[in-house]
Antibody, heavy 122, light 108 residues
Framework: EVQVLESGGGLAQPGGSLRLSCATS????????INWVRQAPGKGLEWVAS????????YYTDAVKGRFTISKDNSENTVYLQMNSLRAEDTALYYC???????????????WGQGILVTVSS | ENVLTQSPGTLSLSPGERATLSCRAS???????LAWYQQKPGQAPRLLIY???SRIGGIPDRFSGTGSGTDFSLSINRLETEDFAVYYC?????????FGPGTKVEIK
């Protein structure tokens, strides 16, 4: 069974930083595109960032370019999202999602975590 | 960016009725690369349909997707109580991948 578990969320001040982690099991991690999708309170879904299985392809939505960094550790089956210069509009539930295969950018999300809440407020 | 619009925003129906949800794209969706997700309260989204009309394994056949180009639909025959949820379309024919704003199917 594929499992996806996010951690690292919480409260940050505007301009502050947080690092989200996404740990996976039950799937060949290095063969998956890993994605972060966020959902602001009461709002729809926004694709935030993606990283390919080998880590050599990376995508960011314009709203987070230059502030967020996605990385992965294949030995730990974990992806990270370093979020710097946080803004109130980054407040959202952040989902980690997996797409099995080497399509780039990942077309879909097959497996989702339960999400982790990030709140940016003073 | 290919902007997706979904209608209606909310659909109020009774169990046993048929639901028809619309997703319209601002640009032609390459190869009809259009997916539908279901999200229940407090849960992560779940992929239902890809390629406009192909159901993911395990999804009941009362769910069906149609459409091409810029106009797509998701139909749910004979609504069951477990089907009341928010449904999002997502296009993957171009980058960036984009989602629609969602349609909530609620119990009337």
């Amino acid at each position: 069974e594929v499992q996806v578990l996010e951690s690292g969320g919480g409260l940050a001040q505007p301009g502050g930083s947080l690092r989200l982690s996404c740990a996976t099991s039950g799937i060949t991690f290095s063969s998956c595109g890993i994605n972060w999708v966020r959902q602001a309170p009461g709002k729809g879904l926004e694709w935030v960032a993606s990283i390919s299985g080998g880590g050599d392809n990376i995508y960011y939505t314009d709203a987070v370019k230059g502030r967020f960094t996605i990385s992965k550790d294949n030995s730990e089956n974990t992806v990270y999202l370093q979020m710097n210069s946080l803004r109130a509009e980054d407040t959202a539930l952040y989902y980690c999602g997996l797409r099995y295969g080497n399509d780039w950018p990942p077309p879909l999300i097959d497996y989702w975590g339960q999400g982790i809440l990030v709140t940016v407020s003073s | 960016e290919n902007v997706l619009t979904q209608s209606p925003g909310t659909l109020s129906l009774s169990p046993g009725e048929r639901a028809t949800l619309s997703c319209r794209a601002s640009q032609i969706v390459f190869n009809n690369y259009l997916a539908w997700y279901q999200q229940k309260p407090g849960q992560a989204p779940r992929l239902l349909i890809y390629g406009a009309s192909s159901r993911i394994g395990g999804i009941p056949d009362r769910f069906s997707g149609t459409g091409s180009g810029t106009d797509f639909s998701l139909s749910i025959n004979r609504l069951e109580t477990e089907d009341f949820a928010v449904y999002y379309c997502q296009q993957y024919g171009s980058s960036p991948r984009t989602f629609g704003p969602g349609t909530k199917v609620e119990i009337k």
